[in-house]
């Protein structure tokens, strides 16, 4: 079993910045090297959408439209931990953004069944 633990959420004036953390365990987690990364995030009443993707060794990375500019995704594989930087946040960035993982997908990956792993959520507020 795979296990993600996201923190660094909270609530931040419009413009301003967050960075969130991904952890990653799991009795049956082999390397996480091997895993392809990826934040999504879901607002109220939305469906969850992708936000940005990491390859395995961190040489790649693929943003969507909306978030191209602003947000920055890394990778530590000596932590296990992925990051999200969030900069000149607006409020239709409010959401829940949850950190998702897979052995399979590519690091151009957007779809949410494509991905087999998923943490609890952090939620992300920015106030106009």
């Known amino acids: 079993q795979v296990q993600l633990v996201e923190s660094g959420g909270g609530l931040v004036q419009a413009g301003g910045s967050l960075r969130l953390s991904c952890a990653a365990s799991g009795r049956t987690f082999s390397t996480f090297s091997s895993y392809t990364m990826a934040w999504f995030r879901q607002a109220p009443g939305k469906e969850r959408e992708f936000v940005a993707a990491?390859?395995?060794?961190?040489?790649?990375?693929y943003y969507a439209d909306s978030v191209k500019g602003r947000f920055t995704i890394s990778r530590d594989n000596a932590k296990n931990t992925v990051y999200l930087q969030m900069n000149s946040l607006k409020p239709d960035d409010t959401a829940v953004y949850y950190c998702?993982?897979?052995?399979?997908?590519?690091?151009?990956?957007?779809?949410?069944?494509?991905?087999?792993?998923w943490g609890q959520g952090t939620q992300v507020t920015v106030s106009s």
């Open positions: 990491i390859s395995r060794r961190g040489r790649s990375t």
């Open positions: 998702a993982a897979d052995p399979e997908a590519f690091y151009t990956t957007q779809e949410v069944y494509e991905y087999d792993y």
